[in-house]
């Protein structure tokens, strides 16, 4: 083995390691484990089922990826888990591989998670996500590319966090989170504006959203009338047809400025 392989690791055969790997002390890497180049995986971590570890990215103590999911309608159906490059997983984050035959849990690119974050089985998240400590996300989350959830929040099965969404600490998400709003207090209370203009959007495209959420999130009306309105009253821009897109399609609602604190 390379010298940047601890020899109290424990690898199991199969296992594919790529090259420039650091593996630390009493890290337990699975035979269906494929870890590419350039990966730091700290000590007591846990890698297995087939999960897959893209390349960069940075695994802290204690960690454990790949483990069968807590549903009671897994029998040991073969899935997967895959952690996409240069991501940072933090101190003891479980992330639990898919339930049916074939699924697989995915994280993309350049996603931190921070220390004690949990991501259940199935769950999607996106490129450029952060993840504050303690969250919780149950099966089936959805989470689109650049949102940021923070600490301690809960979220649950089926919900999605839409594109650029920001979730205020100690939230609880049971509707989904429309693309580019802010949650204080499980409330809609706007837009993302500090990450939207950070992001080098125009104030028009900026103005388009915030009435997009207004419309959506805070004016009362039904979803049908509020998509009817946005599509009237709107620019066609490609953020504001996102943003009808996942009024289209969700399954559990949206979560809104009138939801109780």
């Not at 549903?71 to 997967?80: F, I, L, T």
């Not at 690119?109 to 149950?138: K, Y």
């Amino acid at each position: 083995m390379p010298e940047m392989i601890d020899p109290r690791a424990a690898i199991q055969e199969g296992a594919t390691i790529g090259k420039n790997v650091t593996i630390g002390p009493f890290a337990v890497i699975g035979k269906e484990v494929t870890i590419q180049d350039d990966c730091v995986i700290g000590p007591h971590v846990n890698l297995t089922g087939k999960t897959f570890i893209g390349k960069g990215t940075r695994i802290h103590c204690g960690a454990n990826i790949g483990d069968e999911p807590q549903d009671v309608h897994y029998h040991g159906q073969p899935s997967a888990t895959r952690v996409g490059e240069e991501c940072v997983i933090r101190e003891y984050v479980t992330i639990h591989r898919g339930v049916e035959e074939g699924s697989e849990t995915t994280v993309g690119n350049r996603v931190m998670l921070m220390a004690f974050t949990h991501l259940g089985h199935n769950c999607q998240v996106q490129d450029n996500v952060i993840i504050a400590n303690a969250s919780l996300l149950a099966g089936r989350v959805e989470v689109g590319r650049g949102a940021f959830i923070s600490g301690a929040s809960l979220v649950h099965q089926f919900c999605r966090i839409g594109t650029m969404a920001m979730v205020g600490g100690g939230s609880r998400i049971v509707q989904d989170v429309v693309p580019y709003g802010i949650v204080q207090e499980n409330a809609i209370q706007g837009i993302n504006a500090v990450g939207l203009r950070r992001a080098g959007w125009a104030p028009e495209t900026i103005n388009a959203i915030k009435e997009a959420v207004k419309i959506a999130c805070l004016s009362g009306l039904s979803r049908p009338n509020a998509l009817e309105k946005i599509a009237a009253e709107l620019p066609d821009l490609p953020q504001v047809r996102l943003f009808r897109e996942f009024l289209e399609n969700t399954r559990r609602g949206l979560l809104t400025g009138s939801t109780p604190g």
